[in-house]
């Protein structure tokens, strides 16, 4: 069965102490993995997709690295802005469904 | 450009009553995806629609119904609400099923069910 599985579950920074997020994944034929930012009472918002890998994407504070079995959401030096909920989801296989992870709420401190 | 609208933004039912959930994208996308999110369970894929015409199930539709009403709007439709139906439901657009487009989401509708 195709899971998907994010930690911590929650987070708590202090003002430029530098953290990662994890998104852990057992799927069959990975087409890719997509990072999402929510913030309260919204909607997710796209950050990144990897296909591959060894592949990384950077934006910004954030940083995302893919392995065959997991993805890193590094945050290098977050502000108070940073904090939201951040969202992993997959994409496996010919069909059109995505399977998401339960999140990370992250919360830095000014 | 609006992007993904949804209405209503709230609503509270009562056991057995029916409510449709309405979306629409003004981005020209052909898909679109029905999701509901309870604390603790993540995102859950409950319909989709690859393009305007069709529709499939995703991971929880039971109890739910949709209609791809044209390349815009994609509803989803509780017949006989009941609790465990309370959630925050979002919707969901792409531009097309290959995995380089992302989705865009709207801002959700908080459901409750009594």
């Known amino acids: 069965e195709d899971q998907v599985t994010q930690s911590p579950e929650a987070l708590r920074l202090q003002e430029g102490e530098s953290s990662s997020l994890n998104c852990s994944y057992t799927?069959?034929?990975?087409?890719?993995l997509f990072w999402y930012r929510q913030d309260p009472g919204k909607g997710p918002e796209f950050l990144f997709t990897?296909?591959?890998a060894g592949e990384e994407k950077e934006k910004e504070r954030l940083k995302a690295t893919l392995t065959k079995k997991e993805s890193f959401l590094h945050i290098t030096a977050p502000k108070p802005e940073d904090s939201a909920t951040y969202l992993c989801?997959?994409?496996?296989?010919?069909?059109?469904?995505?399977?998401f992870g339960t999140g990370t709420s992250l919360t830095v401190i000014p | 450009n609006a992007g993904v609208t949804q209405t209503p933004k709230f609503q509270v039912l009562k056991t057995g009553q029916s409510m449709t959930l309405q979306c629409a994208q003004d981005?020209?996308?052909?898909?679109m995806y029905w999701y509901r999110q309870d604390p603790g369970m993540g995102l859950r894929l409950i319909y989709y629609?690859?393009?305007?015409?069709?529709?499939d199930k995703g991971e929880v539709p039971n109890g739910y119904n949709v209609s791809r009403l044209n390349k815009r709007e994609f509803s989803l439709r509780l017949e006989s609400a009941a609790p465990s139906q309370t959630s925050v439901y979002f919707c969901?657009?792409?531009?097309?099923?290959?995995?380089?487009?992302?989705?865009?989401f709207g801002p959700g509708t908080r459901l409750t069910v009594t």
């Open positions: 989801a997959v994409q496996a296989g010919w069909g059109n469904q995505f399977y």
């Open positions: 799927v069959s034929g990975l087409r890719g």
């Open positions: 969901a657009s792409r531009r097309g099923r290959e995995v380089s487009y992302e989705q865009y």
């Open positions: 981005m020209n996308h052909n898909s």
């Open positions: 629609s690859a393009s305007e015409g069709t529709t």
């Open positions: 990897l296909y591959s």
